[in-house]
């Protein structure tokens, strides 16, 4: 609903210092913050337990500079990422918010490990597409589901109350201060709350079909990988409340969600040396471009389908992942010994199957671009016994959003900023730029973290 209502002067029955909207990574983060500051804070999330859409990610949070490289001898710097986002997004973000994310989301990550005990490690045996240093930090499965449980354990730890199966579905305001919120709890009750500070920790517009035909059309009616939850409340209590946006066009898609299993595909299935090709058996596009990109790609081919080629060694680096690991126990990879038993059993047409393998391996052998701009020098070659997967392409969160500053506060759009309103993660503008192909990996993650930590340590009360 997104409605917005003005304070008439009646007392609330509770105030607390933060309200929290939005259980997700982007939420617990800030919550942990803040409470950390000794200010009391209540997170409402619309889910019995919360998932978020980072429980359908993997998980990993980019972050340079930090102890667990330092242990494994990668040389990095908050400069140095800084500038791979830039260039990614072709120069379109804000540079004071890429420099700001990039130097705080280290310093939050040591935190989390440090102070509330989630194990990170460094994903060291493969690269993601743009990162110049190997910098991705996931924990002991590599999963979203993981890193939720363990936000969630340290939420409960730090005494931190949640209110779930809640839906916020209205904003109460004097004149620009936001003083409460009314809450449609699961019982058909409805509660007002007030609050000293605000904080949208409620995602993107990834689950608001009206909202993704405005502002996102080239993806409009692909399939959605993220929380049905993610309506696009911010934006929509923003326009009411007279907020800036930037970027709306900007979002994350993915090139690889096996179908029609619905899960996750780990990209390092084609940066490791695979490929894709369409239900022609023909490769259709640059896979090396990234993940984000490769999304409206397999959907403009027939049938919005694509299958993900690769080999053992390169599943053997994807099974780090429990997502890989599920599509395996699924029987969604099709394994052969050779590339006719491939097509085969893919019921791809042999020829073109032959084909596409003997480009690909001459590519690699001359370390050549091919004719879709793929550079494949020092790929490895693919060897028997070989893979395949059936994937399409998919939505999985928007990237822009509301307008923050330094700490997290939402901007008007004279510029001023709402004293007391602050937006995190999917809800605030991202370092994406306003196309798909400039979503560098983690990026979701990086503003949900780091935002997070951001205003959970700015919020006022």
């Known amino acids: 609903m997104a409605l917005i209502l003005e304070d008439d002067g009646t007392p609330y029955p509770i105030t607390v210092d933060v309200v929290i909207v939005g259980g997700g990574a982007a939420g617990l983060v800030t919550a942990l913050a803040a409470a950390n500051r000794g200010l009391g804070v209540l997170v409402i999330e619309r889910d019995a337990i919360p998932r978020g859409s980072t429980s359908l990610s993997a998980g990993l949070i980019p972050a340079p500079g930090t102890r667990y490289q330092r242990a494994l001898g990668i040389q990095d710097s908050a400069d140095v990422f800084a500038a791979d986002i830039l260039r990614k997004a072709h120069g379109e973000p804000q540079p004071d918010q890429v420099n700001l994310l990039a130097s705080t989301i280290g310093p939050a990550v040591e935190w989390l490990g440090e102070k509330h005990g989630l194990p990170f490690s460094v994903i060291d045996n493969f690269s993601y597409p743009g990162h110049s240093a190997m910098r991705m930090h996931g924990l002991p ?138 239900t022609t058996g023909r490769r259709f596009a640059n896979e090396a471009r990234g993940y984000s990109e490769a999304a409206a790609a397999v ?134 730029g306003s196309k798909a192909s400039g979503y560098l990996s983690g990026n979701g993650l990086l503003t949900a973290v780091g935002y997070g930590y951001i205003a959970g340590r700015s919020v006022t009360a």
């Open 299 to 432: 959907i403009a081919e027939p049938g919005a389908l694509a299958w993900t080629i690769f080999d053992e060694r390169v599943a053997e680096i994807a099974a780090q992942f429990e997502d890989f690991r599920s599509a395996r126990s699924h029987n969604a990879i099709v394994t052969a010994a050779t590339i006719d038993e491939l097509a085969e059993r893919t019921r791809l047409p042999l020829e073109p199957v032959r084909e596409s393998f003997a480009s690909v391996s001459e590519a690699k052998t001359q370390a050549a671009t091919d004719i879709f701009g793929r550079n494949w020098a020092g790929v490895p070659q693919l060897a028997a016994p070989f893979s395949a997967v059936r994937v399409t392409g998919a939505l999985f969160h928007t990237q822009g959003g509301l307008s923050v500053d330094a700490n997290a506060r939402v901007l008007a759009k004279d510029g001023s900023a709402f004293p007391n309103l602050y937006s995190v993660g999917g809800a605030a503008c991202g370092v994406s």
């Open 141 to 278: 499965t590599r999963s979203g589901a993981e890193l939720m449980d363990r936000l969630c354990a340290a939420v409960e730890t730090a005494g931190i109350d949640i209110l779930t199966s809640s839906i916020v579905d209205t904003l109460v305001r004097r004149g620009g201060l936001v003083t409460g919120v009314v809450v449609s709890r699961g019982d058909g009750a409805r509660e007002r709350i007030g609050c000293l500070s605000l904080v949208l920790a409620c995602n993107g517009f990834g689950g608001n079909p009206d909202l993704i035909r405005r502002h996102i059309p080239e993806i409009a009616g692909a399939r959605y990988f993220g929380h049905p939850g993610n309506r696009g409340d911010a934006v929509l209590w923003g326009d009411r409340l007279g907020a800036a946006t930037r970027h709306l066009s900007g979002y994350q898609g993915h090139g690889s969600v096996a179908q029609p299993h619905g899960i996750l595909i780990t990209w390092a299935t084609i940066t490791e040396g695979g490929f894709q090709v369409n």
